[in-house]
T-cell receptor, first 114, second 114 residues
Framework: ETGVTQTPRHLVMGMTNKKSLKCEQHLGHNAMYWYKQSAKKPLELMFVYSLEERVENNSVPSRFSPECPNSSHLFLHLHTLQPEDSALYLC?????????????FGPGTRLLVL | QKEVEQNSGPLSVPEGAIASLNCTYSDRGSQSFFWYRQYSGKSPELIMSIYSNGDKEDGRFTAQLNKASQYVSLLIRDSQPSDSATYLCAVNSISNFGNEKLTFGTGTRLTIIP
């Protein structure tokens, strides 16, 4: 595997389900990100982990819970989601140095909440 | 609120012509600027980054940056049907948590007409 991978690629879940999204980066980067992309809206940054510590949480509802067990893996745990949470969820990684680093995206998970 | 503005399009350009995509940003402190290409149903793919005023060329792509006007553009020469995609402008800024983050525009949908 190369680059940034995400599983599953597609997910349909009910509002009472619990599911997890997985992201893995094979680039040796030290920062990972979760983004939400909804139709006609800009990419929304949800969470940032740098050196495995969460450094940013953009006021995301608690029904989204991130986990970063090491620098290569990132999870997004989902529970009691709402239909408006249906979107493309993108994971990205980068190498944090002294300036803004280039972020590389995974293929995304297309989530539909019924 | 630090913003990145793009014309959502669609922008239609004949094959072989020059496509010009524009982006303005509000944070005067921004230092890094990126253009991503996103095909329908796919994740964003980095095509250009620019950090200094002026032009930067890479093959058929030229990025132009004017920090005084807070303006960044992407030119695509000899446009091909395969260039048809949504182009996302991303600009770095300092978040409320003190770390650098990327802010994305909504993207411009480009269609190359054969």
């Amino acid at each position: 595997e190369t680059g940034v991978t995400q599983t599953p690629r597609h997910l349909v879940m009910g509002m009472t389900n619990k599911k997890s999204l997985k992201c893995e980066q094979h680039l040796g980067h030290n920062a990972m990100y979760w983004y939400k992309q909804s139709a006609k809206k800009p990419l929304e940054l949800m969470f940032v982990y740098s050196l495995e510590e969460r450094v940013e949480n953009n006021s995301v509802p608690s029904r989204f819970s991130p986990e970063c067990p090491n620098s290569s893996h990132l999870f997004l745990h989902l529970h009691t989601l709402q239909p408006e949470d249906s979107a493309l969820y993108l994971c990205a990684s980068s190498q944090v140095t002294s300036g803004t680093e280039t972020q590389y995206f995974g293929p995304g998970t297309r989530l539909l909440v019924l | 609120q630090k913003e990145v503005e793009q014309n959502s399009g669609p922008l239609s350009v004949p094959e072989g012509a020059i496509a010009s995509l524009n982006c303005t940003y509000s944070d005067r402190g921004s230092q890094s600027f990126f253009w991503y290409r996103q095909y329908s149903g796919k994740s964003p793919e980095l095509i250009m980054s620019i950090y200094s005023n002026g032009d930067k060329e890479d093959g058929r792509f030229t990025a132009q940056l004017n920090k005084a006007s807070q303006y960044v553009s992407l030119l695509i020469r000899d446009s091909q049907p395969s260039d048809s995609a949504t182009y996302l402008c991303a600009v770095n800024s300092i978040s409320n948590f003190g770390n650098e983050k990327l802010t994305f525009g909504t993207g411009t949908r480009l269609t190359i007409i054969p």
